[in-house]
């Protein structure tokens, strides 16, 4: 076998090309375009001139890049923290050996997981909507939930909480992930150690928190951080509800990307947020391994 | 005695979550199952038990709609069935073979992975616009397909190296070429990786919303842009038949997902979570 040296190689060359053409070039493209003014009109006659840092010098002084990058970090850390949170409660009572139907339980929470980000966003907006919105209607005949305060006609229009209503149903949509890994690290424990807890007397309190929480921090750190680097390139659910409104109230910075590029037509100022928001992507992944490897030295 | 009030607590949370889940799927069925008037009036009738199937009958014969629908099927088929082969080729040499820049071929990969699609967005599409290929189902299989192949090298090359290397090399003694003995031997024993890699593409080409959006929309379009083309066209009319049209795309999905409910679990997490 030894003289067919190139099989190995032969055989990552499809994945590699196709991950080079549609990733790198792109990526290559984004760096240079992001040097040049650029609109989409000059597109087609192969234009847009040189003009070096100014579209990044033009990103510190742009208002509607802070408000976006302010709009990101709300909806990032709510939707994490309680995709996570939930994640970590549901798996838990899912684990619960009394519980029946688990798997129809959990197939119904995968629902808002698996359904597209369209039908996803049509769902809330029929549900939000200030005239035809479900929740409006009702409570407009239902004491209960104007006493709870939800009588409300303006989610979608009142930029003061519209990137909160977002974030809730990014919690919505994204909680089945945390579950599904957060079971899988709730597996890894083994029940000897329960067992053997319960034999020494302690309760259930002083079983999550002596044994569970301690052994599932790894899991639910790692949990933590890879939903900050997916929910930071997360817009498709917005894009269809808002597009970013109103005045850019819930315009995250990947939708403010997007909106550059396609709405306003500036493929070049577009391209140097791409690499901004490449750049924040990266200062998020540096410091997961970060925080793996500190563990990892304080455990060894 | 008490034993039994904290299940009741997990019960109420587990179904307080249920009924959250649902909410917003059960209401958009509510109002396709409703007849055209009910959203015409103010307040929109939400509470009397007029339904029809009136709107599921339209949005079914709708020419546009079976249009949608049938582009979305060949993208999201096409595209599986390229990142599938693509992605458990690569697999199948990092898992078997031992070679100089393995480990830097494989973090590679692992680095593009981690590029946003956010951030690739306006570039491919300048790229492609240059090429003349937008609007083509080529380029939507092609970007589809990048956007699942470097989970699918992971996933299958767990697969393929928990398969002994000496059942290949039994089949390879018995008289098999190393092509034959890959199809007879190993490709069985991966195929449950294979559907999950291969439902896991699907379903995200299938939904994808983004780049149909933004590289088609004119000649190929999939159903998640033509939802939007049916909202525009039937503007304030017609909330009735477009979600009539939301449920019928949300069902084909529904039933893949209670037939292939395992594999679809151990496609999207990676395979992190196998039970």
């Known amino acids: 076998m030894k003289k067919r040296k190139w099989i190995p190689i032969l055989l990552i060359v499809p994945a590699l090309a196709l991950l080079i053409f549609v990733m790198m070039f792109p990526l290559g493209w984004a760096f240079v375009t992001g040097l040049k003014s650029m609109t989409l009109l000059d597109l087609m006659t192969g234009g847009g001139r040189f003009t070096g840092l100014k579209n990044y010098f033009k990103i510190f002084r742009d208002r509607l890049f802070y408000n976006s990058l302010r709009n990101s970090l709300i909806f990032v850390s709510i939707s994490v923290i309680g995709q996570v949170f939930f994640g970590f409660l549901i798996a838990l009572a899912l684990k619960n050996k009394f519980v029946r139907f688990k798997s129809f339980f959990r197939g119904i929470f995968l629902l808002p997981w698996i359904a597209s980000s369209v039908i996803v966003g049509y769902s809330w907006i029929y549900i939000l ?14 004491p209960f939930l104007q006493m709870l305060g939800l009588n409300r006609k303006d989610w979608l229009t009142n930029p003061s909480i519209v990137i909160y209503v977002m974030s ?12 599904l890994m957060q079971s899988a690290g ?10 053997a ?4 007397g302690a309760g259930a309190w002083q079983r999550l928190t002596k044994i569970t929480i301690p052994l599932m921090t790894p899991f639910i750190l790692i949990n933590l951080i890879m939903t900050t680097m997916i929910t930071f390139n997360v817009y498709d659910v917005i894009l269809v509800m808002t597009s970013g409104g109103p005045n850019h109230a819930s315009e995250v910075l990947s939708l403010y990307v997007y909106n550059t590029g396609f709405t306003m037509g500036e493929l070049g100022y577009a391209s140097a947020l791409s690499i901004i928001l490449l ?3 990266l200062l998020v992944t540096i410091l997961y391994f970060m925080i793996l490897r500190y563990r990892e030295r304080r455990l060894a | 005695m008490k034993r039994w009030i904290p299940v009741v607590l997990v019960y109420i949370a587990l179904i307080a979550w249920l009924l959250f889940s649902v909410f917003p799927f059960s209401t958009t069925l509510l109002i396709a199952l409703k007849p055209k008037n009910a959203f015409m009036k103010f307040p929109p009738d939400y509470f009397s038990m007029k339904l029809t199937f009136e709107n599921f009958k339209i949005v079914l014969s709708d020419k546009n709609w079976i249009k949608y629908y049938t582009d979305t099927i060949i993208i999201a088929t096409l595209s599986a069935a390229l990142s599938v082969l693509v992605g458990s080729l690569a697999a199948y040499s990092f898992a078997r073979y031992e070679f100089r820049s393995k480990e830097f071929l494989m973090v590679f990969i692992l680095a593009l992975q981690m590029i946003p699609a956010a951030s690739v967005i306006i570039p491919i599409y300048s790229m492609f616009a240059t090429m003349n290929l937008l609007d083509t189902f080529l380029i939507l299989i092609l970007v589809d397909s990048v956007s699942s192949i470097p989970l699918i090298i992971w996933l299958m090359r767990g697969y ?3 398969i002994p290397k000496e059942l290949e090399e039994a089949a390879f003694i018995d008289g ?3 092509m034959k003995a890959f199809w007879a031997v190993t490709f069985p024993l991966a195929a449950p990786g294979i559907a999950a890699s291969a439902i896991y593409a699907f379903v995200r080409a299938f939904n994808d919303y983004i780049m149909a959006r933004t590289l088609a929309g004119d000649r190929v379009v999939t159903y998640t842009v033509g939802l939007t083309m049916f909202t525009n066209q039937y503007e304030g009319v017609d909330l009735t038949l477009v979600s009539a049209a939301a449920f019928t795309a949300l069902i084909p999905i529904l039933i893949m997902f209670a037939i292939f409910h395992k594999h679809f679990i151990i496609g999207l997490t990676g395979g992190a979570l196998k039970d």
């Open chain 1, 129 to 142: 909507d200030a005239n035809l919105g479900f929740l409006p209607t009702l409570a407009s005949v239902s």
């Open chain 1, 168 to 179: 809730v149903i990014n919690i919505w949509k994204g909680m089945p992930f945390s579950m």
């Open chain 1, 186 to 195: 709730l597996q890894s424990i083994p029940d000897t150690l329960y067992e």
């Open chain 1, 197 to 200: 807890a319960r034999v020494d």
């Open chain 1, 279 to 281: 750049l924040v992507n």
């Open chain 2, 160 to 162: 393929f190296s928990t």
């Open chain 2, 176 to 178: 098999c070429s190393g």
